[in-house]
C-alpha cells in the first residue's frame, strides 16, 4: 500500500484548501483512513479520520465544524476539505491508513502503519 498526498499550499486566514490522497495497491478494502498535521516543534497530532466502511468519522475538536473528511472510492482517493482556515492550522499534513475493522482506536496514530509523505499547509496574511 502506497499513500500520496498533496493539494497543500499557502492560503490567507478563512480560506479554504482540500487535501488530496490516492491509496495504491489494495485501494480502500479494509482501511480505516486518517489525516495527520505535525506543526513546527510540535508533536504530530491527530485531525480526522473516515472509517473503512465510509460511514463512520471522527475529529479533533480544534477541527469539528470546519474539516470535513470523505473518499472517492472509484478514485481511490481520500480528501480533507478545509475550510475557515485559521494560522494555527499551519501544518506539514500526513494522511494515513491501517488495516482494521475496528473504528474505537481511529484516531490513534500508533495504529497507522502506513504513511504518505507530508503536505504543507501554510494559513498566513
Known amino acids: 500500500v502506497q499513500l500520496q498526498a498533496s493539494g497543500g499550499g499557502l492560503v ?3 480560506g479554504s ?22 506543526a513546527p516543534g510540535q508533536e504530530r497530532e491527530f485531525v480526522a479520520a473516515l472509517a473503512w466502511t465510509g460511514r463512520s468519522t471522527q475529529y479533533a475538536d480544534s477541527v469539528k465544524g470546519r474539516f470535513t473528511i470523505s473518499r472517492d472510492i472509484a ?6 476539505q478545509m475550510n475557515s482556515l485559521k494560522p494555527d492550522d499551519t ?3 500526513y494522511c494515513a491508513a491501517y488495516q482494521s475493522r475496528s473504528i ?3 484516531s490513534r496514530a ?8 507530508g503536505t504543507l499547509v501554510t494559513v498566513s496574511s
Do not use: E, H
Not at 478514485?75 to 480533507?80: G, R, W
Not at 500508533?110 to 509523505?117: A, F, Q
Open 91 to 93: 501544518a506539514v499534513y
Open 75 to 80: 478514485k481511490n482517493t481520500v480528501y480533507l
Open 110 to 117: 500508533y495504529m497507522y502503519n502506513y504513511w504518505g509523505r
Open 17 to 38: 484548501l482540500r487535501l488530496s490522497c490516492v491509496i495504491s495497491g489494495d485501494g480502500f478494502s479494509g482501511y480505516n483512513m486518517g489525516w495527520f498535521r505535525q
Open 104 to 106: 474505537a482506536t481511529m
Open 12 to 14: 490567507q486566514p478563512g
